[in-house]
């Protein structure tokens, strides 16, 4: 079937399909063709619910998979070499959704004092461990994504302004944000650290690891799980029926930091709707539309409820 795969593929992409999208599902079926050493003969309903079983266990991945196999076999039927398509009355895997791990403001406070407690105070560790605190203070104040924070180098930090520059963000965009007084305070104590020391002052980082390098994001992730379990917040991830809800993880800071932000302004009897841009611009989305996702919960008490209620319409089936 290698030849007819190869065809297909060409006359996607002569489509202008990109050859990224076209190519890792059509590779997958081929590689369970060899495995299961099948004939054209095999090519039944049957062998492609067996398929749908074995190939992941994630719905998106095999719905995609069964998505570009049904495309190719509709093609062989268009070519006139299959009679008719063997999947076309395949159904696919129920969605799973992914409910992301949301840190109240009081949870956040607590978590970042805990941070601060683990602050170890003598000299050799005093100023590496107070930069990867700062780090999971701009997780939280910010809602910067990990990797953020540590790229930040000295010059992308105005005080004077009391803003940040971003640069060459997940989607390539750079961005200009001002920082919460809060944390500018966080800042300033470390960058006064930093030149009393004079040991990493030259370092080009705003964050400073030893030899003139940035914080690896192991040792914000560590931190970061040293004070959740610290406050008590340690959970595994767990799916309950199709929803999946996610355990803490720094990327938590972020979820929290829109969806409260998002409450705040509820609270204030303002429209989200007309906020929703202008978070998105701070946040560093591509489109705001990807920011209004996080109105789907509405709070960490939400999101507890959320839970409650899964379970319970589990026990009710």
Known sequence: MAPQLQQYAGYRQALGYAKKGIKPPLLAFDRYLIAQKATWDQLQPVFFLQLRAKVADNPKTVN???MAIRS?????VRQGICAQNPLKDIPPLPKRYFVPFVFSPAQTEHLLQAASKNIRKTPKYFSIDMAIYLAIVLLARC???????LRLRHDHYCRQDGTVYIEKTKFRKDRLIPVPKIALTQIENYLAVRRASRTDDQNPYLLAARKQRRLRDDQVRDAFHQAVEDIGLSRAKQTIGNITFGKPVPHSLRHAF???TLKQIKDRGQSTQRAL???AVYMGHRKYQYTAAYLKVSSADHLTGLIEFAKSQLDVI
């Open 64 to 66: 995609n998979t069964l």
């Open 277 to 279: 841009p202008v978070l």
């Open 72 to 76: 190719f076999f509709q093609f062989l």
């Open 143 to 149: 809602g910067m994504r990990i990797n953020e924070p």
């Open 258 to 260: 829109a969806i409260n």
